[in-house]
């Protein structure tokens, strides 16, 4: 998977329903004022994650950190309030992503950032996974086309199989969300900041246990044969790591393709034959 991005989105809110704090007895509590508890500030974003690469020496050379980028538009406000004066560029969150947006996310962010920051040792045939939701679709059209193709790239989607995860859903956005959470942002402007300072700060080893998580995960999809009733297995990554033996690639036990492969066969004779007693029914 060293060539293989992943891509999915998450919405982020500008304060928590519930938060706990700690005080002392001469702290005021933390008042947060919320206008509406329907009309929430959020934002969706769109992440963007590839598998941490590293030399014979196990030094990083590239972090797989590419971007996480927010579904916003920019308006010049029409009406003079309190907060800015007429005229002022304002940022609105997009509240429907569809796949016009999706369409031009790619063009404009993920794209161009695969060209700035892909990693030179590696060859230019990538794929970019991502869910299977109805604004996923992978535009037709030339202009989109070529850019999958320019300076060398050759840039394929996929759809991940169904009930499979997702390296972003493992990890990143857990982890970014808590970050982003230890600060009080009062408008859109500062949520946007404030998650890109949380994917800044994103652990890169982090990072790189989730790929190990996920390569966890999908022997234990083969052991379920394709469903997702487990849990994620703990390795005790860290401590391999400061061991200096982590996993850079779990191997798969033999006998264990050979039974998925049988229950594969299986099922697909099982389905020839149904199909055949349909025709012949008929």
């Avoid at 005080?23 to 947060?32: G, I, K, V």
């Avoid at 939701?133 to 070529?146: I, N, T």
């Avoid at 956005?173 to 942002?185: A, E, R």
């Avoid at 966890?216 to 390795?235: A, D, R, T, V």
Wanted: a negative charge.
């Amino acid at each position: 998977m060293q060539q293989w991005i992943h891509l999915d989105e998450k919405w982020f809110y500008i304060n928590l329903e519930t938060r706990t704090f700690f005080l002392l007895p001469t702290e005021d509590d933390p008042y947060r004022a919320q206008q509406s508890r329907r009309f929430k500030i959020k934002a969706m974003f769109m992440g963007m994650i590839g598998k941490p690469l590293f030399d014979e020496q196990n030094n990083m050379i590239h972090d797989g950190k590419y971007g996480l980028f927010p579904f916003v538009k920019y308006e010049m406000a029409k009406k003079k309030s309190k907060n800015r004066d007429a005229g002022t560029l304002e940022t609105k969150a997009l509240q429907s992503v569809t796949k016009e947006c999706i369409r031009d996310m790619l063009l404009t962010h993920v794209i161009p950032t695969i060209y700035e920051k892909w990693p030179e040792q590696l060859p230019k045939d990538i794929i970019i996974q991502w869910e299977n939701a109805r604004p996923h679709q992978v535009p037709k059209d030339e202009d989109f086309q070529e850019a999958c193709h320019a300076h060398g790239f050759n840039i394929q989607f996929i759809f991940q199989p169904a009930q499979s995860p997702n390296v972003l859903d493992l990890g990143l956005f857990s982890i970014i969300q808590s970050l982003q959470y230890q600060s009080f942002p009062r408008n859109l402007d500062e949520l946007i900041q404030e998650v890109a300072r949380a994917f800044e700060e994103f652990d890169l080893v982090s990072n790189k246990y989730t790929w190990i998580t996920l390569h966890s995960c999908l022997i234990k999809i083969l052991e379920k044969q394709g469903g997702n009733n487990f849990s994620p297995p703990h390795m005790k990554k860290r401590s391999l790591d400061s061991q200096g033996l982590p996993p850079q690639l779990l191997e798969v036990d033999r006998n264990l393709i050979g039974q998925v492969v049988q229950f594969l066969d299986s099922v697909t004779d099982t389905g020839d034959d149904q199909g055949h007693m349909e025709v012949d029914a008929d």
